[in-house]
């Protein structure tokens, strides 16, 4: 969670896609597009316990945010560790406290937020949680880690026992949105009996590029949206803003990879689900793209892989 390599800088999973009707409340399509049904119940109890281990990590949050060591380690057991991805471990509150107090001493205006990709309980007193944040401004710009944290009961509150951080490099520079000006245009895919269809242009003085698209799906039904994607000058990173017509919305941070983009997405669908995503698309030429969607879920359960979809400029568009 929450510092490696002097701080953990951990990004936020978010959710922004750029395939819409990837989700609906309680179902979702399969790899070849049927229609499946995804239970998203918890029972009461353990949701009960959930939602308290969720608001305690806000708490965390929260201390940090604040720049308060001591209520920063007070979010652990007495006994509890941190240990980084260099192996590094401080043991016990008064350890974790110093060393939050040498973080906010390096990093006066840092903040945090966290995403959390996964919550279970393993029993009655114990759960897991895994997920990523994202510390701005980090000592070395925008850095990105995991998280995997042990949650112990102690009496009535859920406590910290354990916290390990995954480091991953920083991604390569990137300028601004107008790194994405190639996706100006009118696109279209067709998967499955599923047709997609984007219009993208630049808005708001050609800071945001603005997506809209519509989604037909098999049975005729039709879903529309627009998604804006810009630059965060604070986290130096392109961010993305999703609005469907059910009333969904969703965030996500995109990095570059090797001829392509990567999205993490975290958001909800209009009946108020949790919903997170790593949506990748990778470009095959100035007129085509490929686009998938992993690492899905919805509520509490986990959804399979797309298929790597095909998505292609207008004719009209390509001959320009």
Not at 144 to 170: F, N, P
Not at 173 to 185: H, Q
Not at 268 to 279: I, K, L, Q
Request: net charge negative; proline share 3%; aromatic share 8%.
């Amino acid at each position: 969670m929450r510092f490696g390599n002097d701080i953990a800088i951990v990004t936020l999973s978010l959710f922004a896609t750029l395939a819409p009707g990837v989700y609906s409340q309680d179902s979702a399509r399969g790899e070849k597009g049927e229609q499946k049904t995804v239970s998203t119940q918890v029972s009461a109890p353990d949701e009960s316990e959930l939602e308290s281990i969720r608001k305690q990590s806000q708490v965390f949050v929260s201390a940090f945010n604040k720049h308060d060591a001591k209520a920063v380690a007070e979010c652990w057991t007495e006994t509890g560790e941190f240990i980084d991805d260099s192996g590094k471990r401080w043991a016990g509150r008064e350890e974790i406290e110093k060393a939050y107090a040498e973080v906010f001493a390096n990093g006066p205006h840092a903040e945090m937020q966290i995403a959390i990709e996964s919550l279970r309980l393993l029993s009655k007193d114990t759960a897991i949680e895994e997920g990523r944040s994202v510390v701005v401004p980090g000592p070395n710009g925008t850095g990105v880690c995991r998280y995997t944290a042990i949650h112990v009961k102690v009496g009535e509150q859920w406590l910290m026992a354990s916290v390990r951080d995954q480091w991953i490099e920083a991604p390569p520079a990137v300028r601004s949105a107008a790194d994405l000006e190639w996706m100006i245009g009118s696109w279209i895919a067709e998967e499955h009996g599923i047709r997609m269809e984007s219009i993208c242009s630049w808005a708001v003085n050609d800071r945001f590029l603005e997506r809209k698209y519509t989604t037909t799906q098999v049975d005729g039904s039709v879903t529309t949206g627009v998604q804006l994607i810009g630059w965060n000058p604070q986290g130096k990173f392109v961010q993305s803003w999703d609005f469907s017509a059910d009333g969904g919305h969703s965030v996500g941070v995109w990095t570059p990879t090797e001829g392509g983009w990567q999205a993490e997405v975290q958001g909800m669908t209009g009946a108020g689900v949790p919903t997170s995503a790593v949506n990748v698309m990778r470009r095959l030429d100035g007129n085509a793209s490929v686009w998938q969607s992993v690492r899905r879920t919805l509520g509490q359960a986990s959804l399979p892989d797309t298929d790597e979809i095909v998505i292609r400029r207008r004719q009209q568009d390509a001959a320009k």
